[in-house]
């Protein structure tokens, strides 16, 4: 039996709604439960066989990240990005091959892998984490907020929902909320949710002993991008990047083949002598994504202003990466979300 009455509730346990979590906990704000419609945490973040199939990468500018790892005390690395890299701009031309300045640094990765801080964010909480509850209205009554689910009614003085916009519009609110702020979440697109991931792990790094990076760019085949996923400690070796959407239609097996051919082109043969292969298609993941997904490159401007606003007499605050008006759609934007979204409940009702 769950206590059914606490002070706040989070809806969604992935970056944002965790980082609002362990910040109430730290502000000495214990009485809260996060419930999650998945059977596990971190939302966007997650991590298999050592492969991040969500969120990866981070730069210096992502301060809210930085500072994050920094006091939950999670190590990063850079990229590997040593040797030669392939391009490959055309199927009829060759490919070129580029090396990345030695002295412009790659991106940060999480050593551990990018689940590491979704673990160490909930150390803490996760007595009160729900999983396996999904939440289908939010209405408020009598001077409290009541979240329904298919686990049943908890009820609490705020309520921070961390869903991506467009999916939270699966919700019913009580009372109905504006058009204005309704459209504006039909019309925001959950960042990287038509992305599709594959990653596959090796007894050893053979593109390396060749002086190739790892790293194959190009919108022109089967996998647009391409990147050495080898662990922090270099003893467990991988290659993780991005499938063409255009293989989204295909079977599981006629895609693998394809990829496989494609990256045996630029990598070579012992392409094909790896441990594990997985795909992970995030449009069909229905706690990420929803029907009318668009395929978008480049990230759109989020942190629509009314995002910024409390809502059902402050009772209801939205947070999450396409919230945020800092580096929306990312890590460093659900975190800045999370950050205020705990701050806001944390002020007085009125
Ligand atoms: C393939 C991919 C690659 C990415 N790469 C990067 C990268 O390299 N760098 C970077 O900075 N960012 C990257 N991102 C983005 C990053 O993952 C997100 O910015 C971040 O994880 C979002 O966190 P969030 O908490 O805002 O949302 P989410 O992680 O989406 O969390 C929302 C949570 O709500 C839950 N939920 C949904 N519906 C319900 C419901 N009805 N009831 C209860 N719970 C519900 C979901 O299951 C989820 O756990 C990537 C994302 C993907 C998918």
């Known amino acids: 039996m769950h206590k059914n009455f606490s002070k706040y509730i989070i809806v969604g346990a992935g970056l944002s709604g965790l980082t609002s979590a362990y910040q109430l906990e730290k502000a000495g704000e214990t009485d809260f439960v996060i419930l999650e419609s998945r059977d596990r945490m971190g939302g966007r973040i997650h991590t298999n066989d050592g492969i991040d199939f969500g969120a990866t990468w981070f730069q210096t500018h992502h301060h809210n990240v930085l500072k994050l790892l920094d006091e939950l005390g999670v190590s990063k690395f850079h990229q590997y990005s040593k040797g030669r890299s392939v391009l490959v701009y055309s199927t009829m031309a060759p490919e070129h091959y580029f090396e990345s300045d030695p002295n412009t640094p790659s991106a940060f990765r999480i050593a551990g892998?990018?689940?590491?801080?979704?673990?160490?964010?909930?150390?803490?909480?996760?007595?009160?984490?729900?999983?396996?509850?999904?939440?289908?209205?939010?209405?408020?009554?009598?001077?409290?907020?009541?979240?329904?689910?298919?686990?049943?009614?908890?009820?609490?003085?705020?309520?921070?929902?961390?869903?991506?916009?467009?999916?939270?519009?699966?919700?019913?609110?009580?009372?109905?909320?504006?058009?204005?702020?309704?459209?504006?979440?039909?019309?925001?697109?959950?960042?990287?949710?038509?992305?599709?991931?594959?990653?596959?792990?090796?007894?050893?790094?053979?593109?390396?002993?060749?002086?190739?990076?790892?790293?194959?760019?190009?919108?022109?085949?089967?996998?647009?991008?391409?990147?050495?996923h080898s662990n922090a400690e270099e003893n467990s070796y991988a290659l993780m990047g991005f499938l063409n959407e255009g293989l989204r239609d295909l079977n599981a097996e006629d895609r693998k083949k394809r990829v496989l051919e494609y990256l045996i082109t630029y990598l070579g043969e012992e392409i094909g002598a790896f441990l594990t292969y997985e795909e992970k298609d995030w449009s069909q993941d229905w706690n990420t994504s929803c029907e009318s997904i668009k395929s978008v490159y480049m990230s759109p401007s989020y942190g629509n202003p009314v995002f910024a606003e409390s809502y059902m007499n402050n009772r209801l605050v939205f947070s999450g990466a396409e919230t945020s008006p800092l580096y929306g759609g990312y890590m460093d934007g659900a975190i800045y979300s999370g950050l205020i979204a705990a701050q806001k409940v944390c002020e007085k009702i009125e």
């Open 113 to 228: 892998s990018s689940s590491e801080l979704i673990q160490k964010l909930a150390y803490a909480l996760k007595d009160r984490i729900h999983l396996q509850t999904v939440v289908s209205g939010i209405s408020e009554i009598n001077n409290t907020v009541s979240v329904q689910t298919d686990k049943g009614v908890f009820t609490a003085e705020k309520v921070i929902v961390t869903i991506p916009p467009k999916i939270a519009t699966r919700i019913e609110f009580k009372p109905a909320l504006s058009e204005v702020l309704t459209r504006a979440m039909d019309s925001t697109h959950t960042w990287m949710s038509n992305a599709m991931k594959v990653g596959m792990t090796f007894r050893l790094p053979f593109w390396r002993d060749k002086n190739l990076s790892g790293t194959v760019i190009g919108q022109v085949g089967a996998v647009t991008e391409l990147y050495d």
